[in-house]
């Protein structure tokens, strides 16, 4: 080591590339055989390090030497837990067991699941920017009353987005690929038939997502189904929806891909904007 330091003390603190080079074809065996000897000494002496260096313990997050494992994500479970939270906070409202008008707090609600407060409040968050629920400040959050008027105003609005590219699909795409939604068609019915809601309202979002991802536009499913999602939520008046209700819709699943199997064009127009007419109910 104190050869070392006595190598980087005669160096002249400002040396030039050009003056480097030099000396560096002047002495060919001579260098080379030094760097790999000081670098031999640093990795015999971990308290050593090269000039200009990054110290030891100092290294940007993100950077891992040869020896280094990367360190697990703790936030990657608790965005876990969040999501989980929010997919039973969804069916329960859903399941109309958080009733429009009340208000739920996070350390109630984290004790019914399990949890603490802090995922169900992120979670509820989420919720509050869907419009489901309303932050009330120092005590929670109200489930959001609707009425009649905005679940019309949803329904218009998902016309408007899905009806034409429904319409256009249905002259495009092929009956091998309509023919591959029937599963998702059967689990709406199953759902409706059993009475649940919860499930009913995913399977019944799944089916949407699956006929608009023929369209090929991500975009477009994404911001239809944050509608469509929305648009399930219970009215302040009647929070649970009725079983003749879910069948009706369910049944107008499968008669549209038996129309679109078999190209009938006027049947899948009159399907598709009697669906949406009937999304309001």
């Known amino acids: 080591m104190e050869q070392g330091r006595a190598h980087q003390q005669v160096r002249p603190p400002y040396t030039s590339t050009a003056s480097a080079a030099a000396r560096s074809a002047a002495a060919p065996d001579r260098v ?41 994500r703790v936030v990657v479970q608790r965005h876990s837990v969040r999501g989980q939270i929010l997919d039973a906070l969804r069916a329960a409202l859903v399941d109309g067991e958080l009733l429009p008008g009340q208000v739920y707090s996070a350390p109630v609600l984290g004790a019914r699941f399990g949890v603490s407060a802090t995922p169900v409040r992120e979670a509820m968050q989420q919720l509050a920017i869907e419009g489901a629920v309303e932050v009330v400040p120092n005590r929670g959050f109200r489930v959001a009353e609707r009425g009649p008027h905005e679940l019309a105003e949803l329904a218009e609005v998902r016309a408007l987005i899905e009806v034409p590219v429904m319409l256009r699909l249905a ?17 709406t019915v199953a759902a409706a038939a059993v009475g649940d809601r919860a499930s009913y309202a995913e399977s019944d979002r799944a089916f949407h997502r699956a006929v608009l991802a023929l369209s090929g536009n991500q975009q477009l499913v994404m911001v ?4 469509h999602r929305r648009s399930q939520w219970p009215l302040g008046h009647n929070p649970a929806t009725r079983r003749a209700d879910l069948l009706a819709d369910a049944v107008e699943h499968t008669a549209l891909l038996d129309a679109l199997i078999a190209e009938d064009l006027p049947v899948v127009q009159s399907l598709v904007r009697e669906h949406f007419t009937g999304a309001d109910r």
């Open 171 to 187: 002259r495009t795409v092929d009956q091998a690929s309509w023919t591959a939604l029937r599963p998702l068609a059967d689990a």
């Open 224 to 227: 239809a189904d944050d509608l």
């Open 32 to 72: 080379p055989g030094q760097a790999r000897a000081h670098r031999a000494r640093d990795e015999q002496q971990p308290g050593v390090q090269s000039p200009g260096e990054q110290p030891r313990g100092e290294r940007a997050r993100g950077e891992h030497t040869h020896c280094e494992s990367p360190v697990p």
